[in-house]
């Protein structure tokens, strides 16, 4: 059977109208009289489809414009140029039948009420959404099973570690079994264990209810344990749309050596991985080395790279 | 069952949920409810000491006498409360959610924004403030000595309400503006000096500032008028002003916070 994408986005792009002032009194006072206002690029002429059931990873450096291009998706913002549609509804204009269907959850902000505990805030979820209660009810415990959330529901949110309100949050925002899940950076600010967590509860839940997932993370391990294709997004455009594999095989064999040297110097060296024993074993004979560490090259490297490689348009 | 009518008990079932949970959850701190009534107390007692001040230079004051001022008090008091149990929290909310950009929430839940926005939540000790008024404004009518008569109490609590919206609605106004202004910090602490000025009937004061209190800040519809209802001074026109009025400041309102909202969709990063 045919099905339609999920996610259809085409030529979207948004422009944000920023006002500019010279640092000063006097530009300040000159800005209360005439507003000058510069056009900043934020999303420009993004194009892509996501299918049913797909977890997809935006991935991009901060101010790439992936939070724009999902706010845009979940209907919060207008776009400038270009349409979109999710579930075959435009989102702008926010209407309720395509409201119902999805979720937006961002890490680094709780929707969750603050002196509240999580279940009476997952109550006032089935009242805005109108879930049955036995749905409510089967789900809800599913949930809180799922996340190992027996002992934090009944607190007040205010009182839950970070990670904790995370799993509550994401809890809250899936119980009228969305369609569609905009996930906004879910484990920033997360330890490690809980990163985990997080995602593999991600994974089961796109396995279980076949939920369309797209995730924007700067964090590679988000995207590596959880989508097949990643979307790399930066100053607006798109660089790379694919299967994360090629991905990797592309731009991520690079590993970072840092050594520190006996007068407390540091010196690092990018290298290809086939190359990394070579430069390593260089490094250590041509200095006095105490120190060193291997890594993958940061994510933003890793884009930088990839930018660098396309021709500016 | 329209559209329409199903949106409407949509929103009164939202609002009764919210309203449930609320309260629940504010009961569990009852030492609140002791330093809510002592505040209450505190500030009825200073109003009087005021109206005491006032009347022992005078015998009435535009035409208000002593125990009617006193209602006008009690029914200052209870508004008061009123407006701080559930439009002030609400749409301050909205004023640090803005700023914060936690508004995307609400906006991306199924449900009509502003009734959202508009009950979420709700400071039930500040009720203290409507008993303590109650027992004023009883005191007050007993002093008056005339019977209120049980369609006086209708018209009293109609037009009460009428006066509640016109309050919400300038709220509500008053929160859409932070979509342009985004700082509005101080917004509460403007309204709240505002509000003062109803502890006595906007009749008093001259005709700049009476109609700035009937008709930019609402004052009048919220105070004065039920005020008017229980002491014999209602005017039908009075009525028919404060009606019209308040239908006014629905749509008008509505209309800003569409406008903020879309400049929301806009502007923001």
């Known amino acids: ?313 | 069952m329209t559209r329409r009518d199903d949106q409407r008990t949509g929103a009164v079932r939202l609002a009764a949920t919210f309203l449930r949970v609320g309260v629940m959850n504010e009961v569990q701190y009852r030492i609140n409810f002791f330093i809510q009534l002592v505040q209450s107390l505190l500030t009825i007692a200073t109003g009087l000491t005021a109206l005491a001040l006032v009347f022992s230079h005078t015998d009435e004051l535009g035409g208000w006498t002593k125990p009617q001022l006193l209602a006008v008090m009690g029914v200052f008091t209870m508004v008061g409360g009123l407006i701080r149990t559930v439009i002030q929290p609400n749409m301050q909310r909205v004023v640090e959610d803005v700023r914060e950009g936690r508004l995307d929430f609400a906006l991306t839940k199924p449900a009509d924004a502003q009734v959202l926005v508009s009950v979420r939540d709700v400071r039930f000790w500040q009720l203290t403030d409507v008993i303590v008024g109650l027992v004023v404004l009883i005191v007050a009518l007993v002093q008056i000595g005339d019977s209120v008569s049980a369609r006086d109490l209708a018209v009293f609590i109609g037009v009460l309400l009428v006066g509640l919206v016109t309050i919400y609605c300038f709220w509500l106004m008053l929160a859409s503006a932070s979509f342009w202004l985004i700082r509005m910090n101080e917004v509460q602490e403007l309204f709240d000096g505002i509000y003062r000025a109803g502890q006595y009937p906007v009749g008093i004061y001259p005709g700049w500032l009476k109609y700035g209190l009937t008709f930019l800040v609402p004052l009048a519809f919220a105070i004065t008028v039920p005020s008017e209802a229980v002491t014999g001074r209602l005017t039908w026109q009075a009525v028919a002003v404060a009606g019209a009025t308040t239908v006014g400041m629905i749509v008008f309102s509505r209309w800003f916070w569409r406008r903020g909202l879309r400049r929301y969709d806009g502007a923001s990063a």
């Open chain 1, 1 to 313: 059977m045919p099905t339609e994408p999920v996610v259809v986005v085409e030529q979207l792009g948004k422009v944000f109208q920023v006002p500019v002032r010279e640092p000063g009194l006097r530009a300040s006072l000159k800005s209360l009289l005439h507003r000058e206002t510069r056009a900043v690029v934020a999303v420009d002429a993004v194009s892509f489809r996501i299918e049913p059931g797909e977890v997809v990873g935006f991935l991009g450096p901060n101010g790439a414009g992936k939070t724009t291009t999902l706010k845009m998706l979940a209907g919060l913002l207008h776009p400038t140029s270009g349409n979109c549609s999710v579930l075959g509804h435009e989102p702008k204009g926010r209407p309720a039948a395509l409201l119902r269907q999805i979720t937006l959850v961002m890490g680094n902000r709780n929707q969750l009420q603050w002196d509240l505990p999580a279940l009476d805030s997952f109550e006032l979820n089935r009242a805005i959404y109108r879930i049955p209660r036995a749905d409510f009810l089967r789900l809800r415990d599913e949930l809180i099973e799922l996340l190992e959330l027996q002992t934090l529901v009944d607190k007040p949110v205010r009182n839950l570690s970070l990670g904790e309100r995370m799993k509550v949050e994401i809890a809250g925002s899936l119980l009228h079994q969305p369609k569609v899940l905009f996930l906004d950076e879910p484990t920033i600010g997360l330890d490690i264990t809980m990163q985990k967590r997080i995602r593999s509860f991600v994974a089961d839940y796109n396995k279980r209810y076949g939920a369309t997932v797209m995730l924007t993370s700067h964090y590679m391990a988000d995207v590596q344990a959880l989508c097949k294709r990643v979307i790399v997004i930066h100053h607006g455009r798109i660089l790379f749309d694919g299967a994360l594999a090629s991905l990797a095989e592309r731009f991520s064999l690079d590993k970072t050596v840092t050594v520190r040297l006996a007068d407390g110097e540091e010196i690092k060296v990018n290298a290809p991985r086939g190359e990394i024993a070579a430069a390593t074993g260089k490094l250590l004979a041509e200095n006095d080395v105490v120190d060193l560490t291997i890594e993958d090259a940061p994510i933003e490297d890793v884009i930088e790279r990839l930018f660098e490689s396309e021709p500016a348009k």
